[in-house]
């Protein structure tokens, strides 16, 4: 018999390099599980940088609006009709006309009823107001001139924020000679300084004539399938339409063949005049105090009407004279080119001055971008909000607290506690049908009002609160409770002393969370009429009303442009109310917070 040795089952070198191999792998997976991690978080912090960057960046502009100084003389008679001084004659003063004759002065030339309409559209509907408060602010100064600043409309602010268009100035190096000072003028140079202009104008010929042969091939690709369903066209009537629609498609080309045919004549002819027209981009010649507008253009020459009027028919040496050019075509923009003019000489006058938009903050909605306020939208939130703590706090801290204290662990406890987990999870809306049902249609609230809202924002924020409410009861040490009954103290009285005063901070936590969700909400308060355009500040909780959300919503569904940056504003506002309340629950949970 022949003793062997058994060998080892386990080498202990082997499982020594097994478990460094499986130390490496598990090291390895660990540092990418964090690089993972750091990824995620710093995607999320990218993309929130970019939402606030986009909603500052436009939204900025907003806290500023342009007004323009005129000095107005207040005239006993048309500030004073009655002549006795009181409050009552002083409202009803003439200071709409006052206002828009002081600033038809500040130009010279204005004379057409036309021209004198453009000029005023600038100015904002609410000037002849600001000067009528100036007035009964300051009764003594009846009778005197004084220097007022008013503001202008919401085309003139955004001009004057950057962002319609820019007058852009073209160099010029000869000497201008001006035929006159107003109405139908040329302006001759000694050095082609038009030539540039000329050219810019004969290269829009040659794209209007590239598109225009862009539409030709277009049509003739559509008669082509014209003719393939007229040749399978079952019927008289049918063959007759397509046969109409053809001719009208020949017709058509013909029409832009000769078009084109005339703009390359008119380009083979680089030195020729050109006629300008409201589809192409404006320019101006600046010339002793006045400023020309082009209607035709040669290379050492331009013929034009006279915008603001020419002190003189001097010559203007280099440096004394300039070329104005605005890119955008005057039929593309708001503003025409006699308004852009206007406001580029207020400006270059020192006539305007940015100030900071407090009416943003006082007043109501208006369908007047630069009269436009959030304070309406404010106190209706306020309202809201009022009414919806007012109801979802004490009714979720009960309810938490009798699940969670005192009902009897049964099917129908069970049952309540999934319906409302699963209520935490319906849209919002769902809630606003509700409210719609039975707060409007069943009980007759009004329909608008902030009680309605906050009966509806109850409902959506009721589950939250009892949810977060449970939870900070359950995180309270049961030997609290055991201390408390131990001393004698009743169930009720264990819970009011001393559990719900520890579970209060989590309590706190979950309804500022709630009320921060409620006051984002937009959705619910949409089907009970929350989203009508409300002008007066509510005065109540069942006056008509509008909050923040909704007034986001009204702003960014308006046409005007100068509500994008007054809904980038608005939206900036909500944001640091949201911020701010959720700061709030952080902080009250970190000072009142105890840790088991």
Same mark, same amino acid.
């Given at each position: 018999?022949?003793?062997?040795?058994?060998?080892?089952?386990?080498?202990?070198?082997?499982?020594?390099?097994?478990?460094?191999?499986?130390?490496?792998?598990?090291?390895?997976?660990?540092?990418?599980?964090?690089?993972?991690?750091?990824?995620?978080?710093?995607?999320?912090?990218?993309?929130?940088?970019?939402?606030?960057?986009?909603?500052?960046?436009?939204?900025?502009?907003?806290?500023?609006?342009?007004?323009?100084?005129?000095?107005?003389?207040?005239?006993?008679?048309?500030?004073?009709?009655?002549?006795?001084?009181?409050?009552?004659?002083?409202?009803?003063?003439?200071?709409?006309?006052?206002?828009?004759?002081?600033?038809?002065?500040?130009?010279?030339?204005?004379?057409?009823?036309?021209?004198?309409?453009?000029?005023?559209?600038?100015?904002?509907?609410?000037?002849?107001?600001?000067?009528?408060?100036?007035?009964?602010?300051?009764?003594?100064?009846?009778?005197?001139?004084?220097?007022?600043?008013?503001?202008?409309?919401?085309?003139?602010?955004?001009?004057?924020?950057?962002?319609?268009?820019?007058?852009?100035?073209?160099?010029?190096?000869?000497?201008?000679?001006?035929?006159?000072?107003?109405?139908?003028?040329?302006?001759?140079?000694?050095?082609?300084?038009?030539?540039?202009?000329?050219?810019?104008?004969? &290269?829009?010929?040659? !794209? +209007?004539?590239? $598109? %225009?042969?862009?539409? /030709? *091939?277009?049509?003739?690709?559509?008669? @082509? #399938?014209?003719?393939?369903?007229?040749?399978?066209?079952?019927?008289?009537?049918?063959?007759?339409?397509?046969?109409?629609?053809?001719?009208?498609?020949?017709?058509?080309? &013909?029409?832009?063949? !000769? +078009?084109?045919? $005339? %703009?390359?004549?008119? /380009? *083979?002819?680089?030195?020729?005049?050109? @006629? #300008?027209?409201?589809e192409m981009p404006s320019f101006f010649v600046r010339i002793n105090g006045g400023v020309v507008k082009a209607t035709s253009v040669d290379n050492a020459e331009i013929a034009g009407q006279v915008i603001l009027p020419l002190a003189n028919q001097n010559d203007a040496l280099r440096g004394e004279w300039e070329i104005l050019?605005?890119?955008?075509?005057?039929?593309?923009?708001?503003?025409?080119?006699?308004?852009?003019?206007?406001?580029?000489?207020?400006?270059?006058?020192?006539?305007?001055?940015?100030?900071?938009?407090?009416?943003?903050?006082?007043?109501?909605?208006?369908?007047?971008?630069?009269?436009?306020?959030?304070?309406?939208?404010?106190?209706?939130?306020?309202?809201?909000?009022?009414?919806?703590?007012?109801?979802?706090?004490?009714?979720?801290?009960?309810?938490?607290?009798?699940?969670?204290?005192?009902?009897?662990?049964?099917?129908?406890?069970?049952?309540?506690?999934?319906?409302?987990?699963?209520?935490?999870?319906?849209?919002?809306?769902?809630?606003?049908?509700?409210?719609?049902?039975?707060?409007?249609?069943?009980?007759?609230?009004?329909?608008?009002?902030?009680?309605?809202?906050?009966?509806?924002?109850?409902?959506?924020?009721?589950?939250?609160?009892?949810?977060?409410?449970?939870?900070?009861?359950?995180?309270?040490?049961?030997?609290?409770?055991?201390?408390?009954?131990?001393?004698?103290?009743?169930?009720?009285?264990?819970?009011?002393?001393?559990?719900?005063?520890?579970?209060?901070?989590?309590?706190?936590?979950?309804?500022?969370?709630?009320?921060?969700?409620?006051?984002?909400?937009?959705?619910?308060?949409?089907?009970?009429?929350?989203?009508?355009?409300?002008?007066?500040?509510?005065?109540?909780?069942?006056?008509?009303?509008?909050?923040?959300?909704?007034?986001?919503?009204?702003?960014?569904?308006?046409?005007?442009?100068?509500?994008?940056?007054?809904?980038?504003?608005?939206?900036?506002?909500?944001?640091?109310?949201?911020?701010?309340?959720?700061?709030?629950?952080?902080?009250?949970?970190?000072?009142?917070?105890?840790?088991?």
């Amino acid at each position: 018999m022949t003793d062997t040795t058994a060998a080892p089952l386990n080498d202990p070198k082997k499982a020594s390099e097994r478990v460094r191999q499986s130390l490496a792998r598990r090291y390895a997976a660990e540092k990418r599980f964090r690089a993972y991690g750091l990824i995620a978080i710093g995607l999320a912090m990218c993309f929130i940088a970019i939402l606030f960057f986009d909603i500052i960046s436009k939204g900025h502009s907003a806290f500023l609006q342009s007004h323009v100084t005129l000095s107005v003389e207040l005239t006993k008679a048309e500030v004073d009709p009655k002549g006795d001084g009181s409050v009552d004659s002083l409202r009803s003063g003439n200071y709409r006309g006052l206002v828009r004759g002081a600033f038809a002065g500040l130009f010279e030339g204005i004379e057409g009823r036309s021209e004198r309409r453009e000029l005023l559209e600038m100015l904002s509907g609410s000037a002849d107001s600001q000067l009528r408060d100036y007035v009964l602010e300051n009764p003594d100064s009846v009778g005197q001139t004084v220097d007022i600043q008013v503001k202008l409309d919401d085309d003139a602010d955004i001009y004057f924020k950057g962002k319609t268009v820019e007058v852009e100035t073209i160099a010029v190096n000869g000497t201008a000679s001006p035929t006159g000072t107003t109405g139908e003028v040329r302006v001759l140079s000694t050095a082609n300084d038009f030539g540039g202009v000329l050219s810019d104008v004969k &290269g829009l010929l040659a !794209e +209007r004539a590239a $598109d %225009l042969e862009e539409t /030709i *091939a277009g049509n003739e690709r559509r008669i @082509e #399938l014209f003719r393939e369903r007229l040749a399978n066209a079952g019927t008289e009537e049918a063959r007759s339409d397509i046969e109409s629609t053809i001719a009208s498609l020949e017709y058509d080309i &013909g029409a832009d063949r !000769e +078009r084109i045919e $005339d %703009l390359r004549r008119r /380009i *083979a002819n680089p030195g020729n005049a050109e @006629e #300008l027209t409201d589809e192409m981009p404006s320019f101006f010649v600046r010339i002793n105090g006045g400023v020309v507008k082009a209607t035709s253009v040669d290379n050492a020459e331009i013929a034009g009407q006279v915008i603001l009027p020419l002190a003189n028919q001097n010559d203007a040496l280099r440096g004394e004279w300039e070329i104005l050019h605005l890119p955008i075509a005057e039929s593309d923009r708001r503003l025409t080119d006699k308004q852009v003019i206007y406001l580029w000489d207020l400006e270059r006058r020192g006539l305007v001055e940015k100030q900071f938009n407090t009416t943003l903050f006082t007043a109501g909605d208006s369908r007047e971008p630069e009269q436009a306020g959030i304070w309406g939208a404010v106190v209706g939130s306020f309202y809201t909000l009022v009414v919806t703590l007012l109801l979802s706090f004490p009714i979720g801290v009960m309810t938490a607290v009798y699940l969670e204290e005192f009902a009897p662990k049964n099917k129908w406890t069970d049952l309540i506690e999934v319906n409302i987990n699963n209520l935490a999870a319906v849209p919002s809306i769902v809630f606003g049908l509700l409210g719609l049902a039975m707060f409007l249609n069943f009980f007759g609230l009004p329909r608008s009002a902030p009680v309605v809202g906050g009966l509806v924002l109850t409902l959506m924020t009721l589950p939250t609160i009892i949810i977060a409410g449970r939870a900070a009861l359950k995180a309270v040490p049961p030997s609290i409770r055991e201390a408390a009954l131990g001393m004698g103290a009743s169930r009720i009285q264990a819970m009011t002393h001393h559990v719900l005063p520890l579970a209060m901070p989590g309590m706190l936590t979950g309804t500022i969370i709630g009320m921060a969700q409620a006051l984002g909400e937009t959705a619910p308060l949409l089907m009970i009429g929350m989203v009508a355009f409300i002008v007066d500040i509510p005065g109540g909780f069942t006056d008509p009303a509008t909050v923040l959300p909704v007034q986001i919503y009204i702003w960014a569904d308006s046409p005007e442009r100068a509500f994008v940056e007054r809904t980038s504003a608005a939206i900036m506002v909500l944001l640091a109310f949201l911020i701010t309340m959720n700061l709030t629950a952080v902080l009250l949970r970190k000072r009142f917070e105890k840790r088991w």
